[in-house]
């Protein structure tokens, strides 16, 4: 019986993810963010590493107007462009433009707008199962996954991530995920404007601890080795307003260390 019960709730759920398709949403804490499309931003996700900052060159000589913005770290693997020029540059066109090799771009999308911000997707989905899922998930949505352009799927310590090729792949498989019921979260992942100016504190000796943020002389010696805290806080910030608060950190302390000092004259 319970054999039974299982094949007919994967049958059931099966049934309703394949009658569903994509719409201008993710769901943030349960509840769907719906978007608008902003054809004059878009971001691009480099597969070739090798030539980031050529093509970087490239996209600088095509968008030299001065309100033209364009948004490249080469720690990160994305390029983000804003222009008005977007809307007369058909997408395939634009990638020819600026690519080295035929494979270069992996991943182009559109920036959305949500609740007046703009967020800019990635090809990948962040999927937690519920527990009683955790062994079973991926049997479970396999006949669903199979059926979209996924690259790869990597298990992580709590969740699944999931990597796509197309927008239409990421935010169909995270919202039918989602509406499987057996997880607890699933969306998209992606770039914001509170995670793009970096989420900061008002610890006015922030900037003196360089593991959090490193600024360079005189604190810390190279900018950016750090464990880029600004942009984690800012990713919580931004796929879920209360994600952390509830977490209670403490500091155990297990007494001074005994120092021996010897003096020479």
């Known amino acids: 019986m319970r054999k039974l019960l299982i094949i007919l709730g994967f049958i059931l759920i099966c049934s309703s993810l394949i009658a569903q398709s994509t719409s201008n949403y993710y769901y943030a804490n349960g509840i769907p963010q719906y978007w608008t499309d902003d054809s004059t931003s878009v971001n691009i996700i480099v597969k070739n590493m090798h030539n980031y900052n050529r093509i970087v060159q490239n996209l600088k000589l095509l968008f030299s107007d001065p309100t033209d913005e364009i948004l490249a770290d080469d720690e990160d693997d994305n390029i983000i462009i804003n222009s008005l020029s977007l809307l007369f ?16 771009i992996a991943f182009f999308t559109y920036s959305k707008l949500v609740n007046g911000e703009h967020i800019w997707l990635r090809n990948d989905i962040y999927v937690k199962p519920k527990v009683n899922f955790k062994g079973t998930y991926l049997t479970f949505l396999f006949p669903i996954i199979q059926n979209y352009n996924v690259i790869s799927i990597i298990e992580e310590e709590e969740d699944y991530r999931i990597i796509c090729e197309t927008e239409y792949d990421v935010v169909t498989l995270a919202n039918l995920m989602h509406d499987t019921t057996i997880v607890i979260y699933s969306t998209p992942d992606f770039y914001s404007d509170c995670k793009l100016n970096s989420y900061t504190t008002n610890d006015e000796f922030f900037n003196m601890q360089w ?31 209360s994600f952390g608060n509830n977490i209670k950190v403490a500091v155990i302390d297990d007494g001074v260390e005994e120092h021996t000092i010897n003096f020479f004259t």
């Open 89 to 104: 540059i058909p997408e395939d066109k634009l990638i020819a433009q600026i690519s080295i090799d035929s494979d270069d």
């Open 211 to 241: 593991g959090l943020k490193n600024v360079g002389i005189p604190y810390g010696g190279i900018i950016g080795i750090d464990i880029k805290a600004e942009q984690a806080w800012a990713f919580l910030q931004s796929i879920n307003k």
